[in-house]
C-alpha cells in the first residue's frame, strides 16, 4: 500500500476543506480500510475518521462528528475526507491510513500504511 494525499491548505474558521487519499500501487485488496489521523503541534497524533474496507461502516472522533465525512472508493483504493464548519482547533498535519482487513475505528497501532502527511491550518 502506497498512499499519497492531497489536499491540505489554509482556510478561516467556519469554511471547508476536502482531502483526497489514493493507493498508488495499484494493487486490489479484498479490505483495505482507510481513514484519517492528525497531529496537531505539541499534541499527540489522534484518530480522525475510517471506513472499513467494505465502505459500509465509518467511524470519527467525537471532536469531528456533524462536520467532518469520509467516502470510499474502493474502484479506486481512494479515500477521501470532507471537512466542513472548521475550527482552528483542526489545525494539523492530516495522515491518510491504510489497514489491510481492518476496522473503521482502527487505532495507530494496528495502522499498516501511513502516507504523507498534508497541512490543514484554520485561521480564526
Known amino acids: 500500500v502506497q498512499l499519497q494525499a492531497s489536499g491540505g491548505g489554509l482556510v478561516q474558521a467556519g469554511g471547508s476543506l476536502r482531502l483526497s487519499c489514493t493507493d498508488a500501487s495499484a494493487r486490489r485488496y479484498g479490505n483495505l480500510a482507510m481513514g484519517w489521523f492528525r497531529q496537531a503541534p505539541g499534541k499527540e497524533r489522534e484518530f480522525v475518521a475510517g471506513v472499513h474496507g467494505s465502505g459500509r461502516f465509518t467511524s470519527y472522533a467525537d471532536s469531528v462528528k456533524g462536520r467532518f465525512t469520509i467516502s470510499r472508493d474502493r474502484a479506486k483504493n481512494a479515500v477521501s475526507l470532507r471537512m466542513n464548519a472548521l475550527k482552528p482547533e483542526d489545525t494539523a498535519v492530516y495522515y491518510c491510513?491504510?489497514?489491510?482487513?481492518?476496522?473503521?475505528?482502527?487505532?495507530?497501532?494496528?495502522?499498516?500504511?501511513w502516507g504523507q502527511g498534508t497541512l490543514v491550518t484554520v485561521s480564526s
Open positions: 491510513v491504510g489497514t489491510i482487513n481492518g476496522a473503521s475505528n482502527m487505532g495507530a497501532e494496528s495502522v499498516g500504511s
